[in-house]
């Protein structure tokens, strides 16, 4: 029997961090086999998949402002980071035998293709895993913030929020020992409460195009899938 996936269409959010493993910098290619064998099973499953990754394995815009450095510069720097990770993510999923592309929100043409909505749901409607690298390509913003606005502009019906946890707890559950995880929380409590799942911008913005956010451990191997198919461990933020 074929199960059928929960969600029709997604955008999947992976931080760099996540990337990087537990070296200090830098890409991990197990840890990108392991987030391209996630994706390939929800390909198998039906599901069309978009992915931003982050850049903060690679450069943060913050750290050069914090060292009196222009935030601009860093950002371009940091929105580099993101192409470059994205680039090792095509690489696994092109080993897997999976379709993908990377559209960049930076024009880099004798690397990747430029990012417009049209092309970009053109190959999901294909098939295609598309991964949306350079965040929003404008500085000040977040690669949390490019995942919300790729969500909306390709008509997904979840964002997967890939963590280091398994969900969205009361209070750091690595601090404290009581805390609880919600499994399903309004994108207003979130923001209220000021738990920091993805930054408020992003937030706000999925709440606005009622997305929910699916907020799950992108490190439990097959985590994503399960959830997909309607189990798994994980915190849904949508209204209630
Ligand atoms: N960035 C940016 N605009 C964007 C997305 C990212 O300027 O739309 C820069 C910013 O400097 C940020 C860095 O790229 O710190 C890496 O992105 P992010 O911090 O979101 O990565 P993550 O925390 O997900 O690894």
Known sequence: MTIKPIYRRVLL???GEALMGTQGFGIDVSVADQIASDIAEAKELGVDVGVV????????????????GDRVTGDHMGMLGTVINS??????????????????AIAMPEICESFSQRQATAYMDAGKVVIFAGGTGN???????????????????????????DGVYSADPKKEKDAVRFARISHEEVLHRGLAIMDATAIALARENNIPIIVY??????GFGAILKGGGHCTVVAEQ
């Open 139 to 165: 500085p000040f913003f977040t690669t949390d913030s490019a995942a919300a606005l790729r969500a909306a502009e390709i008509g997904a019906d979840a964002l997967f929020k890939g963590t280091q946890v």
């Open 53 to 68: 990754i982050g850049g903060g394995n690679i450069f943060r815009g913050v750290a050069v402002a914090s060292k009196g």
């Open 13 to 15: 959010k992976a931080s």
């Open 87 to 104: 680039l090792a993510l095509r690489t696994s999923l092109v080993k897997l035998g999976v379709d993908a592309v990377v559209l960049s």
């Open 217 to 222: 451990s992108i490190h439990e191997k097959g």
